[in-house]
């Protein structure tokens, strides 16, 4: 599966989705992790809704969506391009801890979220 973090510095999740301008993206299974690209999102658009799509069209074909914040209208609309979006449970969370986690969540017991994501990416 395909992860994007809305982060500044590549190491920490500390960027809102609607102000970030870049996600790094990253591709996951139970035992490993890469880097893909660097998602380059820092074109300024006129209005709020311009800006949340192009935004989210930049994100490609990530599975989840990875940030320190997001607005109520920028998680529905994350939803609705089938992305899951996820909110950093603390502040300056490290890239690398929320890929283990996540890793930890698949050998473990995914919950049905998690279950539907790697079931996605399988298909």
Do not use: C
């Not at 300024?44 to 914040?69: F, H, M, P, R």
């Amino acid at each position: 599966m395909k992860i994007a973090f809305s982060s500044v510095d590549g190491q920490f999740v500390n960027q809102h989705f609607g102000w970030s301008d870049e996600f790094y993206i990253y591709e996951l299974d139970v035992d490993k992790s890469s880097f893909l690209q660097k998602a380059d999102v820092s074109k300024k658009q006129e209005n709020e809704i311009d800006k949340l799509e192009y935004k989210i069209a930049s994100l490609g074909t990530v599975d989840i969506v990875y940030v320190s914040q997001i607005g109520h209208k920028a998680a529905n609309m994350v939803k609705s391009a089938g992305i899951f979006p996820m909110k950093s449970s603390s502040e300056n969370e490290k890239i690398d801890d929320v890929i283990h986690s996540l890793q930890e969540m698949i050998r473990k017991n995914p919950p049905l979220w998690l279950q539907r994501i790697l079931a996605k990416a399988l298909s």
